[in-house]
């Protein structure tokens, strides 16, 4: 599968490696432009590239959103992501790192509305990137569980598909609604490493 990064930092950089090492063809993309991840391309390998950030959206079949939340406004327009999958990483912290008040909404909800006929999941944004660097299990061993939340069945078993192939475990949690309230920062699955077994003991 083609996968455009948005954010090639803790999050995506990881991410790139391991969708890469899996098989993938990635397109790694930041603010600052393609130029200042040539060690980054290169340490990943030949599935790797970088470009703008609007080429890796055209790019990507898939697109992860592994920037600041706070910096979603900056992204190119919302139409350049109709009818891709979008798996949103990103978190509500402000510029001091507090938790950001959405009312009832939740951030990937707040995504979502900037880009309409995107097919949206949240995923990977409850997990700390050390772990998602080092934690990958074969199958035949307890895997650690990346949660997944979206309105789009579809989008979430292709994201689940890539979640094994990386070396997790995929929980789906529900809507972007329901299961984006269960995954936001704060909540009991956020942050904390667990299994299967742990997070199905949690979530009930
Ligand atoms: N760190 C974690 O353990 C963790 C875990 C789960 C979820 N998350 C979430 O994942 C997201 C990224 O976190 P991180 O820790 O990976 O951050 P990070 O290491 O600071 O990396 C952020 C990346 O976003 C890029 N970026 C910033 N503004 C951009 C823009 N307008 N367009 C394109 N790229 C832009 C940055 O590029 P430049 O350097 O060029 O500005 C950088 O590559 C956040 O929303 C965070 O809440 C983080």
């Given at each position: ?123 990977f944004n409850t997990m700390g990137w050390n ?40 929980i789906d949690t529900g809507s972007l609604r ?27």
């Open positions: 599968m083609r996968i455009g990064i948005v954010g090639a930092g803790h999050i995506g950089g990881t991410a790139a490696k391991l969708f890469a090492r899996a098989g993938h063809q990635v397109a790694v993309s930041n603010s600052r432009g393609p130029a200042t991840l040539a060690s980054l391309v290169s340490s990943i390998g030949t599935n790797a590239k970088a470009m703008s950030t609007i080429e890796a959206v055209k790019f990507g079949e898939a697109i992860l959103l592994a920037l600041p939340y706070r910096k979603v406004d900056a992204l190119p327009p919302g139409e350049s992501f109709a009818g891709k999958i979008v798996i949103d990483a990103t978190n509500p912290y402000s510029a001091t790192g507090g938790v950001m008040s959405l009312g009832e909404s939740t951030s990937s909800e707040e995504v979502a509305k900037r880009m309409p006929g995107a097919r949206l999941v949240k995923a772990t998602l660097a080092s934690g990958a299990r074969p199958a035949h061993e307890e895997r650690l569980v990346v949660f997944i939340a979206g309105d789009d069945g579809a989008a979430k078993a292709t994201v689940a598909k890539l979640i094994d192939e990386i070396g997790f475990a995929s329901e299961g984006g309230h269960r995954q936001q920062p704060g909540s009991r699955i956020y942050g904390r490493p667990m299994t299967v077994r742990e997070a199905k003991q949690i979530l009930g």
